[in-house]
């Protein structure tokens, strides 16, 4: 069974760091782009950041970059998101996500989903 | 950064009732728009990839259209299993994107 299981989510303070880690398992981990994706509080889905199969792409949303970095252990068939001057706005359900290929070719969609990790920014 | 204007942002439908539901690119991203269904809860659930194609498993009363900067998710005959929230997602130039969302409320 193909499967995403988040980690890593918690209380924090502003202004400090969190590691988040999603488990991959059921698939060939290193063929498969991978997202993140949050969802705040009563709110709609926002795009975070994305990697290539090889972890040499990476790519992010305005509003977390230079702040997020994220990583994948192919070894491991872990992706993770290390989230540095957290902000009370970054307060959300975070899902990682696999993108989907059709006979090896992108779609760009995400068709395996994460239950999600709450990560809770204040003082 | 393509904005995705997502319409209306909540309906409210009767069991049985075709629904629609539309995206909008402020410039075009091709084919590259998927759809998904929220409940409350839970995490999103791929609906169509690639405008027009059908997730495995499910349902066919759901059906995507459009191309360019225009789609449309359409609901056949709405079933009471379909009220959820629903998003619709762009790729263009290595950056993702979701609309407002769409709640589908019981009338």
């Known amino acids: 069974e193909v499967q995403l299981l988040e980690s890593g989510g918690g209380l924090v303070q502003p202004g400090k760091s969190l590691r988040l880690s999603c488990a991959a398992s059921g698939f060939t981990f290193n063929n498969y782009a991978m997202c993140w994706v949050r969802q705040a509080p009563g709110k709609g889905l926002e795009w975070v950041s994305a990697i290539g199969g090889g972890g040499g792409s990476t790519y992010y949303a305005d509003s977390v970059k230079g702040r997020f970095t994220i990583s994948r252990d192919n070894s491991k068939n872990t992706l993770y998101l290390q989230m540095n001057s957290l902000r009370a706005e970054d307060t959300a359900v975070y899902y990682c996500s696999k993108e989907k290929l059709i006979v090896g070719a992108r779609t760009y969609a995400m068709d395996v989903w994460g239950q999600g990790t709450t990560v809770t920014v204040s003082s | 950064d393509i904005q995705m204007t997502q319409s209306p942002s909540t309906l409210s439908a009767s069991v049985g009732d075709r629904v629609t539901i539309t995206c909008r690119a402020s410039q075009s991203i091709s084919s590259w728009l998927a759809w998904y269904q929220q409940k409350p809860g839970k995490a999103p659930k791929l609906l169509i990839y690639k405008a027009s194609s059908l997730e495995s498993g499910v349902p066919s009363r759901f059906s995507g259209s459009g191309s360019g900067t225009d789609f449309t998710l359409t609901i056949s005959s709405l079933q009471p299993d379909d009220f959820a929230t629903y998003y619709c997602?762009?790729?263009?130039?290595?950056?993702w994107g979701f609309g407002q969302g769409t709640k589908v409320e019981i009338k």
């Open positions: 997602q762009q790729y263009n130039s290595y950056l």
